[in-house]
């Protein structure tokens, strides 16, 4: 498998356009998760589907942010308009979740964003 | 205070030298995950453990739930183990991970 997939790996955009990221989850996962990580900040979950469908959404920082699962294999992380303060480095990650059991948790190689 | 600490922060050794960096945690939890992020690089998962022990060439992980505590220790270190190590927590309900603040090692050769 060729891993967790992330398009474009650089976007640079100025304030006030649409920006679109895209993920592939590997293939047979079932959670995947949007993250952003900030030198002030860290890592922070911003949402996270379950078999496509969104069951935490607290960490989207407010209405700007949007996400989309709409089949298993495709995710996207949507920011309209984009602001300054939204330049990170945003991952996403994949994983099997069985119940309580989690395996094959993987990160992608993340899209560094940075809205001048 | 936060849910997870690590500790150092930062840390710096000579090649050769045993390192140790801990994790302290707040909540139950299911499981415990060690991750490693180069440099501008990705983030990659090193372990994902929710008791006892578990090792992979130079690295070990270490779990007590009772105590709340995880240690990741690297044995032999050498420079390209410079990284950040961030520990982080699945809660015991739900899938998501809740972070430490990372551990800076520069491994001097």
């Known amino acids: 498998d060729a891993g967790v997939i992330q398009s474009p790996r650089h976007e640079v955009t100025e304030m006030g356009q649409e920006v679109t990221l895209r993920c592939k989850p590997i293939?047979?996962?079932?959670?995947l998760f949007w993250y952003r990580q900030t030198m002030m900040r860290g890592l922070e979950l911003l949402i996270y589907f379950n078999n496509n469908v969104p069951i935490d959404d607290s960490g989207m920082p407010e209405d700007r942010f949007s996400a989309k699962m709409p089949n298993a294999s495709f995710s996207t992380l949507k920011i309209q308009p984009s602001e300054p303060r939204d330049s990170a480095v945003y991952f996403c990650?994949?994983?099997?979740?069985?119940?309580?059991?989690?395996?094959?948790?993987?990160f992608g190689s993340g899209t560094r964003l940075t809205v001048v | 205070k936060n849910e997870v600490e690590q500790s150092p922060q930062n840390l710096t050794a000579q090649e050769g030298e045993f390192i140790t960096i801990n994790c302290s945690y707040s909540v139950g939890i299911s499981a415990l995950h060690w991750l490693q992020q180069h440099p501008g690089g990705g983030i990659v998962s090193l372990f994902m453990l929710s008791s006892g022990k578990k090792k992979h060439g130079r690295l070990i992980a270490t779990i007590n739930i009772q105590e709340k505590h995880s240690s990741l220790h690297i044995t032999a270190s050498h420079p390209r183990d410079s990284a950040v190590y961030i520990c982080a927590v699945f809660r015991a309900a739900g899938n998501k991970l809740t972070f430490g603040g990372g551990t800076r090692v520069l491994v001097k050769p």
């Open positions: 990650a994949s994983s099997l979740a069985m119940g309580a059991r989690i395996s094959g948790y993987t």
């Open positions: 293939s047979g996962h079932n959670s």
